[in-house]
């Protein structure tokens, strides 16, 4: 039985226990937005020490937070409400658990599986995932209804946008708690029909990968291709700068997916996978479309 409680002032239509599988940049990013806002915040990693880097990346966050007035909260008391391990059974009191371990349809699934059979009944479940179906993965589990998308945009905390992917078999009550949930994160709800790519990732890496071909082509470098873009269109990033941000390799593996269920305009080009191949994977990596020396191989 969990003993914590969450801070005073907790928005309405927060829950007030929430679980992250998956203490990645993504994962964090969700544990922070929920503990800044007065929850009780659960993180499962795979082991012990991918679970203490969870922590140190939810915990410099939240001092973040603090120190640029996102809350009135301090360091120890945000701390209090934050657990950090590796046993799926912690989350047997969770009101909401979103799973955000990477791109890849069995991990996804194996990973929901464990989660919906600790949680209780009337628990909900959601998937951070970027591209995969949410049908396909609601179809693995035995309560659909208490299932959706929760796409969070990297970095999360200054993200303004949560996309909200409705399943065929998504409950009106869930869905409607979600738009609340995204209300009380100080954020705002995109709310789409599953599809593929859903509407961010399928516009979002329409736009890269075209701007990739112009690399590959010769058309212009990586810096004025993605200034074209920020000057002309008011893109707060340029396409190929928001790839390195993301990861190619998970730009790769969205493109291949939406490729496999979209046709050739998604087919990946030839740089992006040959960057991949070396290991040039982003900021992640140190180098992409552009270097990254500060960033050297942490993420």
Do not use: C
Request: glycine share 10%; hydrophobic share 45%.
């Amino acid at each position: 039985m969990n003993t914590s409680k969450p801070a005073p002032g907790l928005p309405s239509g927060l829950p007030v226990f929430v679980g992250v599988l998956g203490g990645g940049r993504m994962g964090a990013g969700i544990a922070h937005a929920f503990l800044v806002k007065g929850a009780d915040v659960l993180v499962v990693e795979r082991d012990d020490q991918s679970a203490e880097a969870a922590r140190e990346r939810v915990e410099s966050a939240a001092a973040k937070s603090i120190e640029r007035g996102m809350t009135d909260a301090n360091l120890d008391e945000m701390a209090s409400r934050l657990t950090v391990g590796v046993d799926y059974d912690a989350f047997a009191d969770r009101q909401l658990v979103v799973e955000a371990v990477p791109e890849d349809w069995d991990l996804k699934v194996t990973s929901l599986r464990g989660i919906e059979e600790r949680l209780a009944d009337d628990a909900y479940l959601a998937s951070n995932t970027s591209s995969l179906s949410v049908n396909g993965l609601a179809g693995e589990l035995k309560r659909p209804g208490n299932f959706l998308g929760l796409h969070f945009f990297n970095p999360v905390p200054a993200s303004t946008l949560i996309e909200v992917v409705l399943g065929e078999r998504t409950s009106p009550e869930l869905a409607a708690a979600a738009k609340r949930w995204v209300e009380a994160l100080g954020k705002t709800a995109v709310v789409v029909n599953d599809a593929p790519g859903f509407a961010s990732s399928r516009l979002g890496v329409a736009i890269a990968l075209e701007a990739m071909r112009m690399v590959e082509e010769g058309v212009a470098s990586a810096e004025d291709i993605d200034n074209a873009m920020v000057l002309g269109y008011k893109h707060p990033t340029g396409p190929l700068r928001t790839t390195d941000i993301v990861g190619l390799d998970v730009r790769l593996g969205i493109a291949e997916y939406l490729h496999s269920t979209l046709g050739e305009r998604f087919a990946p080009p030839r740089i992006l996978k040959e960057k991949v191949a070396r290991g040039e994977l982003g900021r992640k990596s140190g180098k992409g479309f552009f270097d990254w020396p500060s960033q050297g191989t942490a993420g």
